[in-house]
Nanobody
Framework: QVQLVESGGGLVQAGGSLRLSCAAS????????MGWYRQAPGKQRELVAR???????NYADSVKGRFTISRDNAKNTVYLQMNSLKPEDTAVYYC???????????????WGQGTQVTVSS
């Protein structure tokens, strides 16, 4: 199996910073794209940022210029550096990864359990 474990969430004042980490472990041959999603109360889950295995990135318009996604392929870990946080960034943040477990298997999407980020005004 494959497990994704997030860390780094918490409570921060508006304008502050947080860094989220997500480590993938288990039966992994390779990881394609990795990403961060978030879900605020009463809202649908939305893509925050995504990074391919080659390092190409894309961001939601709402976080461009404030958030930076990166990854360490040797550690199967993805990071999200969040700066200039706003109260509207408050949500549960989920890590996702497209993982290939064997040569014959197609990549499957795996999700972490989520980590709460709360930004106070």
């Amino acid at each position: 199996q494959v497990q994704l474990v997030e860390s780094g969430g918490g409570l921060v004042q508006a304008g502050g910073s947080l860094r989220l980490s997500c480590a993938a472990s288990g039966s992994i041959l390779s990881i394609n794209a990795m990403g961060w999603y978030r879900q605020a109360p009463g809202k649908q889950r939305e893509l925050v940022a995504r990074i391919t295995s080659g390092g190409s990135t894309n961001y939601a318009d709402s976080v461009k210029g404030r958030f930076t996604i990166s990854r360490d392929n040797a550690k199967n870990t993805v990071y999200l550096q969040m700066n200039s946080l706003k109260p509207e960034d408050t949500a549960v943040y989920y890590c996702a990864a497209s993982v290939r477990r064997t040569v014959t298997m197609t990549p499957l999407d795996y999700w972490g359990q989520g980590t709460q980020v709360t930004v106070s005004s």
